[in-house]
């Protein structure tokens, strides 16, 4: 009698124990997820309008890109260089979620020139995603707009082409998603 009222204690504790332990688990991976998404940088641009600088776009034609061309589309700005392993993890996860994130226009800018470019447009086969604009920072403008001193950068507009935050670095799909 005493030795399975023993064991019953024993599986109870044992059974606590463990779902406390799962729990626990549970989070701090949540926790550690938040903790893994990128933090916005402070950036001098942040609350103004998307600036109205050239960008070169198809086959070096400049083309001022209008303040309001993506208005009531919320937008992100991926500045890259089309030889950076992480720039490349950022634009393989934004084409492979694509449906995930067809609500979002996306500007990849570059300052490098056209055909390097164009190597990264055909790895990706980023001509035929309607939602997607890549251009070329021939003046360094939108570089020099954006403070860039690193890349990948990811620059995040509400739908009014102010600017919320920008983040330095590769930005996971979720927490993509969490910004609008």
């Known amino acids: 009698m005493l030795n399975s009222k023993v064991f019953i204690i024993v599986v109870i504790s044992f059974s606590i124990f463990f779902m406390l332990d ?30 109205s600088f050239p960008l070169l776009v198809k086959n070096d034609s400049a083309k001022v890109v209008p303040v309001d061309f993506a208005r009531g589309r919320n937008t992100v700005v991926l500045y890259f260089d089309p030889y950076c392993p992480t720039c490349k993890k950022e634009i393989q996860e934004i084409t492979a979620n694509i449906q995930k ?28 995603y309607e939602n997607i604009l890549v251009g070329r920072d021939n003046d360094h403008l939108y570089g020099d707009y954006y403070g860039v001193s690193s890349v990948p ?3 995040v507009y509400d739908k009014n082409m102010i600017m919320k935050d920008s983040y ?10 969490s910004l609008y």
């Open 153 to 155: 950068l990811l620059v």
């Open 101 to 128: 994130l067809k609500s979002i226009y996306f500007i990849f800018i570059s300052p490098y020139p056209s055909y390097q470019i164009s190597k990264t447009i055909n790895e990706f086969s980023l001509l035929r």
């Open 168 to 177: 330095l670095g590769l930005v996971k799909l979720e927490q993509l998603l």
């Open 22 to 51: 799962v729990a626990t688990s549970e989070l701090i991976k949540k926790k550690s997820e938040v903790e893994n998404y990128n933090k916005p940088l402070p950036n001098k641009a942040k609350g103004k309008k998307f600036p």
